[in-house]
């Protein structure tokens, strides 16, 4: 539209654009893609703290690393591969299947921890319970963690069972020395007893006075019968 003088009329104002609203697919492709790099940051902190924290052969025994790494491995399973069981979503943490394992490792428990699990006190006693669903976070990240915990298990094991057999190397030449130390002793013994009754019995010897030469011929020329040996016979005198 124009005015008399030949200029355009002002444009009205413009009709607001219709909001897209996105579709369900794309909602749900989108809240899958915040689990996953939800899912990666805690994975990262989880192998970060297994490689530092535990996974340390300075501070820590390889055996005591295997027994907490399989503990691990064992109660994240249970609840992956079992997941509509309770009865494995719940750990008592003064049981010895994790104070004598994950309890041995400092830091062991933060695997709980940054593998999803958290601490709670149920009738008056400290548990660590999983009771995330299995399309949460930390249902991805105790995937995660267990996977981790499996191949980190494998070169662990090695180790433990290298250690293994140094302590049993270890105590086999300790039992050996201790052995050829005993026997040494032993035989010392065997050899002072014998010389202290060497010298008793030389010294027994040596105490006793000999015999003079004038007893001895006295007690041969007693112990001979008249007429025999000694001097010359007397003759009869003829009458």
């Given amino acids: 539209m124009t005015d008399a003088v030949g200029t355009?009329?002002?444009?009205?104002?413009?009709?607001?654009?219709?909001?897209?609203t996105p579709s369900p697919a794309a909602v749900e492709a989108a809240h899958?893609?915040?689990i996953a790099k939800q899912v990666q940051e805690g994975k990262r902190k989880f192998y970060?703290?297994?490689?530092?924290?535990?996974?340390?052969?300075?501070?820590?025994?390889?055996?005591?690393?295997?027994?907490?790494?399989?503990?691990?491995?064992?109660?994240f399973s249970n609840v992956v591969h079992n997941p509509t069981e309770e009865k494995f979503r719940k750990v008592k943490a003064?049981?010895?299947?994790?104070?004598?394992?994950?309890?041995?490792?400092?830091?062991?428990?933060?695997?709980?921890?940054?593998?999803?699990?958290?601490?709670?006190?149920?009738?008056m006693e400290k548990y660590w319970v999983f009771?995330?669903?299995?399309?949460?976070?930390?249902?991805?990240?105790?995937?995660?963690?267990?996977?981790?915990c499996e191949r980190a298990q494998q070169t662990v094991h090695e180790k433990a069972e290298k250690k293994r057999r140094e302590k049993e190397d270890k105590l086999s030449k300790e039992s050996a020395e201790k052995e050829r130390i005993r026997l040494a002793i032993e035989e010392d013994k065997a050899e002072r007893k014998l010389r202290t009754e060497l010298t008793q019995?030389?010294?027994?010897?040596?105490a006793s006075p000999l015999p003079s030469e004038a007893a001895t011929e006295a007690r041969s020329a007693h112990k001979r019968p008249p007429g025999s040996g000694g001097g010359p016979a007397e003759e009869d005198d003829d009458e």
């Fill in 8 to 20: 355009a009329a002002p444009a009205g104002p413009e009709a607001p654009e219709a909001a897209v």
């Fill in 32 to 34: 899958k893609a915040a």
């Fill in 48 to 75: 970060d703290h297994l490689e530092d924290k535990v996974l340390d052969y300075f501070h820590n025994s390889p055996v005591n690393i295997e027994a907490c790494v399989s503990t691990c491995v064992k109660i």
């Fill in 94 to 123: 003064a049981s010895n299947t994790l104070r004598g394992t994950v309890g041995l490792i400092k830091g062991g428990e933060d695997l709980l921890l940054l593998a999803g699990w958290v601490p709670k006190v149920v009738d």
């Fill in 131 to 148: 009771d995330a669903p299995v399309d949460s976070v930390r249902w991805g990240l105790l995937k995660e963690a267990l996977h981790l």
């Fill in 201 to 206: 019995a030389t010294g027994a010897v040596t």
